[in-house]
T-cell receptor
Framework: KAGVTQTPRYLIKTRGQQVTLSCSPI?????VSWYQQTPGQGLQFLFE???????NKGNFPGRFSGRQFSNSRSEMNVSTLELGDSALYLC??????????????FGEGSWLTVV | QQQVKQSPQSLIVQKGGISIINCAYENTAFDYFPWYQQFPGKGPALLIAIRPDVSEKKEGRFTISFNKSAKQFSLHIMDSQPGDSATYFC???????????FGKGTKLTVNP
């Protein structure tokens, strides 16, 4: 069974540009979430999607957005990139059970460098 | 409060020793406490997890101890091996959500 797949793995963008990152969840998983990982702030929750609807959102500016498609795939977009957006962006998926113990699996991440 | 506080920031242990990482949380609504292991260049991988109705859970060399009244939980790695050298994150969530609140991480080095 394939894990959470993220593309691209590495990318370099210029300040002011926008970027789109893609995520394919584990087959059968209906919930997808995104995290930003930086050395200074650690792992921070961006947003969570279930059935194409945003279920939770973290404390990030509106430049960060996401969406989920009917096949559970997800994309996140960052517009007007800033140097501080350089980070590892992680996608995670789960079966979306609503009880405690919903195991969450992470992908390898997309390394974004903003120059 | 959504914080999860993790300590120590770094830990050096000799091969065969016991590694202990501690976490504390504030939000009593949290009902799921996983530990993740992350190697450089990789995404976090679930190691072991516990729910607050259990005080201890053991899987192989890894044990979670949970103290609900103190709002603390810890990871014990028995017989630590050089291959365990990685960064460990504790986390917490509630109600089956994928919104995990992570600790800042502990970089574990196991010397041969």
């Amino acid at each position: 069974k394939a894990g959470v797949t993220q593309t691209p793995r590495y990318l370099i963008k210029t300040r002011g540009q926008q970027v789109t990152l893609s995520c394919s969840p584990i087959s059968g998983h209906r919930s997808v979430s995104w995290y930003q990982q930086t050395p200074g702030q650690g792992l921070q929750f961006l947003f969570e999607y279930f059935s194409e609807t945003q279920r939770n959102k973290g404390n990030f500016p509106g430049r960060f957005s996401g969406r989920q498609f009917s096949n559970s795939r997800s994309e996140m977009n960052v517009s007007t990139l800033e140097l501080g957006d350089s980070a590892l962006y992680l996608c995670a998926s789960s079966l979306a059970g609503m009880t405690a113990g919903n195991t969450i699996y992470f992908g390898e991440g997309s390394w974004l460098t903003v120059v | 409060q959504q914080q999860v506080k993790q300590s120590p920031q770094s830990l050096i242990v000799q091969k065969g020793g016991i590694s202990i990482i501690n976490c504390a949380y504030e939000n009593t609504a949290f009902d799921y406490f996983p530990w993740y292991q992350q190697f450089p260049g990789k995404g976090p991988a679930l190691l072991i997890a516990i729910r607050p109705d259990v005080s201890e859970k053991k899987e192989g060399r890894f044990t979670i101890s949970f103290n609900k009244s103190a709002k603390q939980f810890s990871l014990h790695i028995m017989d630590s091996q050089p291959g365990d050298s990685a960064t460990y994150f504790c986390a917490a969530s509630r109600g089956g959500s994928e919104k995990l609140v992570f600790g800042k991480g502990t970089k574990l080095t196991v010397n041969p």
